[in-house]
Structure formats: C-alpha cells, structure tokens
C-alpha cells in the first residue's frame, strides 16, 4: 500500500475518521511502530505501518474494518502500546487502528458495581473518577500508570493483586467487538453486558481475549467494580538465603487469607542487581539474599487479623521483617519502578545506559527453584556472548488466591544503542530458550504479556497441541483474508493457500 | 542527514534512548496535549523518539517541526518521568522534555522552517518591543497600566511586568503595585522596558530572544538595577534560566518572585489582609511555577492568609496534570487545543463546586476566563485577590 493523497482508501478513511485523524506523516508512522519489549532499533523502518487511523467510536472501526476486509490491507491495533510482547507492532505495514480517542466512561452503575468504559482508557485515570464514589477497577499491572483498558483486553492482562481481586480476564465482563469483516458483536458471559456468570452457549469473553489484536478490536468495556479497599498491609521481608524465602512465600500463598491479594519473591541475583544498581535501594546487610513481600487489601479489621496471620507464618520461617516505612515505600513505588531503564553494567562493571526487560512464563510453585537456575543459565550465555545483555535477576508473583502457579519473570538489561543483528539473533534464540525451559517444567510460555514474539512464538504449537489447530481454524474462519495483525502467533499457517501471507 | 540535526542528535543522543528504550510513557497521562488529543505523536516519548529516528537518518527537522508545536512546556512529563524518578541520580540525569522541544523548535527556525502564526506574532513582536497581546500593543504603552499610580521610573528594585499583564491585564501589576506600596517595600519601574523574550525562545527564535535579552540587561545595568521583581511565572523562568545562559556569571541580578515576597511579607506581619472575601475557591498551580519550580507552596499561604475565603486545595502532585494550555507558544499557533485544556482544567475545578479558580499566572487567566464562561466560575488573579482583601484593591 502506498500511502499518497490520491490514494482513494486514503481518501476514503479521511470520509470515514475526519482529515484530523488519519495520519500519514513519517513521524506518526515511526511512533507507532514499537512498544518496550525488546525492539531491533537498527530495523526500526521494517515495522512501520502506512498510515494510522484514531477512530472516534465503534461504528468508525467497524468502517475502517469492513474498508481495510474489503481491499485487503493490514491492520494493527495500538492501545497503550505499553506491551511486553509485539502484539502492537506492525510487522506487514497497513493500517494501525490507535483507539486512545476511546477514552470515555459511559456508565458508572452504583447499584450493580459496573462501569462501561471506552476501550482507549487508562485504569489510573479511570481510578481517579471512580474514587470519587468510593470504588475501585482493580486491574494493577506495572503498566497501570499507561496502559489502557483495550490492551489489557487484547493480551488478557495479569494484575499484581490479582490473586485478591482477579486478573483482567475476571474484571471485564464485557465488551463490544469489531470483528476483522467489521461486524460488531458483543462478547461476554451470555449475551449480557453486566452478566458475571453465565452457561448460554459457548464462552466467548475468553477467545476475544488475548489474541493480540489477531481477532479484531475490542472498542467498549463494561468492567466489575470493588469497594475502594480501607486498608492496605504491604510486608516485606528479608532471608539470608533463597530457599528460605521460597518456602516462606509458598506458606503465605496457601495460608488461604481472605485478603490476600498477591506476593512477591526476590531472588538472589534481583537482590544483588538491586544493591547494585537500584538508586532507591535501601542498604540492607550483606548476608541479605532474598527478599518476600506480600500485599493484603480489604476493611482494616479483616486486614489487620490476616496480616497477623502472614507476619505469624514468616516470622515462624525466619524471616525478617524490613519494617513498616521501607515496606510501604518499596509497595507504593511499585509503579514506577516497572521502568529502571537507564544503567546496566558490561562483564567488566562499566555502567552503559540499558533498558529493562522482562520475560516471563507461568510455573508452578514446585518447579519455581530449577526454572530459576536453567533461565539464569541462559542470562548468562548471553551475557558471555555479548556485552549488550546484562542479568538483572529473577521476581516469581503469585497467580492466584491458592498459590498454584506463579508469574515467573527474568529481567535482562539490553543496550539498544549497540544492539546489532548477531546480538539480536542471539536474543531471539535465548528467548526462545527461555520458553522451552518454561514448557519443560510444565508451565506455559506466558503469564501475561502473550507469547507471539519471535522466538518464543515457535513453540506455542508445542504448548498447545491440538489448540493449535482450533486457532487456525478459528482464524481462518473470523479473518478469511489474514487482515488482522498478519505475522502474529504463527497464523499464517492458516492460509496455506495465500502463501502465508494476507 | 544536514549537519545541524547531525550535531543537535549527537547532543541529545543518549537522553533520546534513555527515553526511547523505556517506552514506558507514564507522562502520557500528565501530559495536558495528550489529554485532549490522544495523539501519540505529540508525546513527550514521541518528542524524544524523534531524535533516535534522526541519528538514524530516518528524520529530518522539516517532518517533525509542526509536532513539535503541540507542547506547553508545563514539565509535567519530566516530573512523571520514571527516569527521574528513580534511576537519574546514578548519572546525574533528568529527562529535559522542555529544553529538547525548544531545542528542536529553535534547529528548525535556524533551518527557515517556520509555523506560520510563530512566525508572525514574533515578527510584531521584533516590530513592537512587546508580543501582539492586544491592540495598541507599543513601546510609547508599556507603563500605562500605572497611570494614577505614582510610580518612579528606576531605582536599585524595579518591577518587571510581563506583557500580557501589561497590555491585556493591567489589573494584575497595579495590585501588585498598591500591595508592595502598603507594605512600604519600594520599586520603580524598568526604564526601557522590552518583552523578556521568553516567548521568542520557547517558539525557537533563539537570536531575537537574546536581542531583547541584551536590550534588558543594558537597560538595568544603565539605570542601577539590581533586584528585578516579576509577577508572572514565565518571567521567572526566563529570567532565571534562559538569561544566566546567555550571559553566565556576569547575571548577578537578582530574580525576585512576587508572589514569594507577598508571602514573606504576610509571615513578617507587614501585610495583613483582613477584608473578608466571600468565595468558594480552589487554586490553579501556574505549571512553570510549579512544576518547573517547585513553588506551591508560598501561594496556599497567601490564600489561607484571606479571611471569608472557602478553600477547596487540590495537592499539587495532582495538578501536574492540569494546565491551562496557554505556555510555550501553544496559544499563538493551535488556540483550539488550548482551549480544550483550559476547558479541562475547569472541568475539574467545576467537580468542586467552587465559584473562583484562582491562578497566578496572567497567561493562563485569558484561556482559564474563556474556559470558565461556561461553567460559571471566575477566575480571579491572586494578587488581585491579595490586594482586595488588604483594602487597597485598585
């Protein structure tokens, strides 16, 4: 596609969206072309879509679909573009459909605790207005001060207190669609728009969730709403050694606290990055090794006796506690310190700017301790192959209220401004590395970010066997010209008939 | 690639990444433009991405100029900043949103790239000594507001009166004036006085903004000045940054803010306002004030000294995403966008049922006034204020 004024699909979105909100110019292209996973910057141009369309509502989506179904032409779409995967990233140019003017609260519902939002807004800023009648949306992801509600829709988002209040797939009830032909429907439990639970036909919330843009675009939401919570008790603890720190956080997990809504585990290697290299680290002594934090929300009275309960259980593992300042401070700042972007450290300890990045899989609790070693193994082949990578060490979160299963997450510095094609070959087989250990232990690639980059998108096949093929045939049967995010998730396989591509 | 963008991305290299590979935009919620629009261009990552895109030779100035108006260079961005937040002291960094975009503003101009509304309000303003604010804007005008007043021209303290106060605003320098002349605290008046030339430099037109720079500086050093007063917080910035730029150490003259000398002055009981003022108000942080200078709290003293006020206080962490939309050249070129801002910004003085919003910054009172119309809630300058319920309201 070639964008130029006279170019009558060009024409015809400005008909649709309005001249202001079809953007055509360089930087507008160069601007939604990346999200913070790892991103080759010397192949920036490669990724760079035609031309970007801000609809303002669901029937100018629906349009720009049934236009770009009609003449075959790519579309992506961008949220927040806050993503740890590439599901926003343009691999085959066409048309990025960035829904941030659909940032509306239509509805607050007192009486059934719902709200109905544009897909374009951000839970920070919805969080502000719904305080107001005392309420909280509680989807905290570390992107919480950024992303918004579309995306988290689209990678079927994880919320750090997810285990008290469930993860985006249990908060949106939900949502209006646009399928890739541009028809709209509404997916949720049933039909209804404020309907938790629901057995009428099949489950659709969860097949429009997470399919990285892959399926169409989700424009409004009706989301479940929760007193704003009275209390907070965010304990951190510190071990002198790892298994310590895991056995105490396994016992917190399963302790069964009504109020518990997540806990966190630090391994040696983030204490040690922390100590390092963290400007808000607080010196803590040496024989300090692993960390455990928990979060608990809920009426102060009920929080207080869990909290008792959680400290009882540490105290009884050796734990020591950090105390009240550092353990509030340390849970406040979580947001912010999603990002720690500026430094990491050569082999030689030569600080040089890097940015962070995380990888994550879903593991459970007893396969926590070997996943740990074998990624690091790997952090460290690629940190022998190239001065660009630098460890930055491992966190595990709980994924629910039983303490299953964990969010498993390994940062890893990379130096973008030295990123080449060797070192990104190497990543791209680390990364694919790190997905085959995850499947190895039983788990799965990803607990929330999605896993279509490349690398680790070779093995979903594997992970979900006769899933896979359901995929194919539900693509190929929802999208039959490929339009939707072509290049993600191995769908091109869909279409052996178009050569794999749209 | 042209030299210059050669030069200006090597400068801004390593900000640019430092930006670029963190991606992670929590600025984009603070940022008043991006409020309004939605538009990802227009974002402080955008603004920094850019630079990336033209170390690689992917951008010239020429694609990305009219982006970069859409900018009030309110700091908000940098303050949201994770970078600053929590890993800049390793390095001594901070994230320069404002200084990367009058940087890119002032390559362009000295490219000949100009937008179109800059481009003239500067040249009226090179014509008239003064920016276009108003009708009759002239040199032979500058001290009008004063009239009656029986100022002196000179003096070791004079007061500085930016121009959208002097021409459009008068009511604003004469409180002023009636409170410092109660107080007994003397000032004249600058004799020659020109534009500050902020302006010209935040829309890029860097060498007309150190003329009117050297014209005030000569001016205060002929007459024996030493202490400059100024009631407008886009003064203050530029008297206390852009100028110790341009001439170093030899800028020995000291920056008084007004609204810090009004606060003093109330601690030190020489000012006792006592006439009540009967209204429901809440504050609007002037953005260079605040979130450039980290001063808040000097004018919540002032309002707290007022007696009859009703005051509903919004913290000023939460007002770094409020603006009024009117600095860095943003009224001039796109008045539509910040009128939305303002529009926005009275929206949520509006949730708190307040009558007045009250600022301390004349250029954001006209778009604020506008804003406020149709809410039915007045703004009020704070200085006015002061002086109303001192009794010698001019």
């Known amino acids: ?502 | 690639m042209p030299d210059p963008e050669k030069r200006f991305a090597e400068e801004w290299r390593d900000a640019a990444y430092n930006c670029f590979s963190s991606g992670h935009k929590f600025c984009r919620e603070v940022c008043p433009v991006m409020q309004v629009t939605g538009n990802e261009s227009w974002s402080p990552t955008a603004f920094h991405a850019n630079v990336v895109a033209m170390e690689q030779g992917s951008l010239e100035v020429a694609d990305v100029a009219a982006d970069y108006v859409n900018c009030t260079g309110c700091g908000a961005c940098e303050l949201r900043c994770p970078n600053s937040l929590f890993t800049g002291d390793f390095y001594r960094f901070r994230t320069r949103t404002v200084d990367l975009v009058k940087g890119v503003r002032s390559l362009a101009v000295r490219q000949e790239v100009h937008q179109p509304a800059w481009r003239r309000w500067n040249e009226l303003t090179a014509e008239r000594t003064h920016e276009p604010v108003a009708d009759g804007v002239s040199q032979e005008r500058v001290r009008d507001w004063a009239q009656g007043l029986d100022l002196t021209v000179g003096g070791e303290t004079i007061l500085f009166v930016d121009c959208e106060a002097a021409f459009y605003r008068p009511s604003v320098p004469r409180s002023v004036a009636c409170v410092l002349g109660l107080a007994g605290y003397g000032f004249g008046l600058m004799n020659e006085q020109w534009c500050c030339g902020g302006p010209a430099a935040e829309m890029g037109y860097e060498e007309q903004a150190r003329r009117f720079a050297e014209h005030n500086l000569a001016d205060w050093r002929a007459s024996g000045v030493r202490r400059v007063l100024v009631l407008d917080p886009h003064d203050y910035i530029t008297f206390t940054e852009d100028y110790p730029k341009y001439f170093g150490e030899a800028f020995d003259i000291e920056v008084v803010l007004v609204v810090e000398l009004l606060a003093a002055l109330i601690r030190e009981g020489r000012l006792a306002p006592h006439v009540p003022v009967e209204r429901t108000v809440t504050y609007h942080d002037p953005c260079r004030l605040n979130k450039r200078k980290g001063i808040w709290q000097e004018p919540r003293e002032i309002l707290r000294a007022i007696p009859g006020l009703t005051f509903h206080d919004v913290d000023r962490v939460s007002q770094w995403s409020y603006c009024s939309g009117a600095g860095g050249g943003l009224a001039v070129e796109k008045p539509e966008l910040t009128a939305k801002i303002s529009e926005m910004r009275m929206g949520k003085a509006a949730e708190l049922g307040v009558d007045t919003l009250v600022t301390a910054c004349p250029w954001a009172e006209r778009p604020l006034t506008a804003a406020g119309e149709a809410r039915s809630i007045g703004v009020v300058d704070l200085h006015e204020l002061l002086a109303e319920s001192l009794g010698v309201a001019p």
């Not at chain 1, 369309?53 to 009609?70: D, F, I, N, Q, Y």
């Not at chain 1, 579309?150 to 949502?175: A, E, K, M």
């Not at chain 1, 404020?194 to 939401?221: N, R, V």
């Not at chain 1, 995850?438 to 998108?457: D, F, T, Y």
Request: negative net charge; aromatic residues 8%; glycine residues 10%.
């Open chain 1, 1 to 502: 596609m070639t964008v130029t004024l006279g170019d009558p699909v060009v024409e015809e979105l400005r008909r649709i969206l309005g001249h202001d909100h079809v953007l055509t110019g360089k930087a507008d292209r160069l601007n939604r072309t990346r999200v913070p996973a790892p991103f080759p910057v010397h192949r920036w141009a490669e990724r760079m879509p035609d031309l970007i369309v801000m609809p303002g509502s669901t029937g100018e989506v629906a349009e720009v679909l049934r236009l770009a179904h009609a003449h075959r032409i790519p579309v992506v779409p961008r949220d927040g573009g806050t993503g740890l995967t590439d599901g926003a990233v343009p691999l085959r140019g066409g048309i990025v459909v960035d829904v941030k003017r659909l940032n509306q609260i239509k509805e607050i519902d007192l009486d059934n605790r719902t709200c109905t939002v544009g897909t374009g807004i951000n839970a920070l800023k919805l969080n502000e207005v719904l305080s107001r009648h005392g309420l909280l949306y509680p989807d905290d992801p570390a992107s919480y001060p950024c992303s918004l509600v579309g995306g988290r829709i689209g990678t079927s988002g994880w919320s750090l207190i997810g285990s008290r209040y469930g993860h985006t797939r249990d908060l949106v009830l939900s949502f209006d669609h646009v399928l890739p032909t541009g028809r709209v429907i509404h997916v949720g439990d049933g039909i209804g728009r404020k309907i938790t639970k629901s057995s009428s036909g099949y489950q659709l919330k969860h097949l429009f969730m997470g399919h990285q843009g892959t399926l169409g675009i989700a424009t409004e939401a009706t989301l479940k709403l929760f007193p704003k919570p009275e209390a907070e008790f965010s304990p951190f603890w510190a071990f002198d050694d790892y298994d310590s720190a895991y056995r105490t956080v396994g016992q917190l997990a399963r302790a069964g606290v009504a109020t518990f809504a997540g806990a966190v585990l630090f391994d040696e290697w983030k204490v040690a990055y922390l100590r390092r290299d963290d400007e808000a680290y607080i010196p803590q002594p040496a024989s300090v090794k692993a960390l455990v934090c928990a979060a608990l929300y809920g009426y102060e009275d009920e929080v207080r006796a869990g909290g008792s309960r959680l400290m009882r259980i540490a105290r009884s593992m050796g734990a020591r506690y950090l105390g009240d300042e550092i353990s509030q401070g340390d849970w406040a700042a979580r947001h912010d310190r999603y990002a720690t972007p500026l430094h990491g450290r050569t082999r030689s300890g030569q600080v040089v700017p890097m940015s962070w990045h995380c990888e994550d899989a879903s593991i459970n609790y007893t396969n926590l301790p070997a996943v740990r070693l074998a990624w690091h193994e790997i952090a460290d082949r690629l940190r022998r192959a190239s001065d660009v990578f630098d460890d930055w060490g491992m966190f595990a979160y709980t994924n629910g209220a039983t303490g299953a299963d964990y969010l498993t997450e390994i940062d890893i510095g990379i130096w973008e401004q030295r990123l080449d094609d060797a070192a990104w070959a190497a990543w791209v087989s680390a990364k694919r590395d790190l997905a085959a250990v995850a499947l190895a232990h039983g788990g799965s690639i990803s607990a929330c970010h999605g896993s279509c980059r490349e690398g680790e998108v070779d093995l979903v096949p594997e992970e979900l066997g006769g899933g896979f093929d359901v995929m194919l045939a539900i693509k190929r049967a929802l999208d039959p010209h490929n339009i939707m995010n072509p290049g993600k998730y191995l769908l091109d396989r869909a279409y052996p008939d178009q050569d794999g591509s749209p």
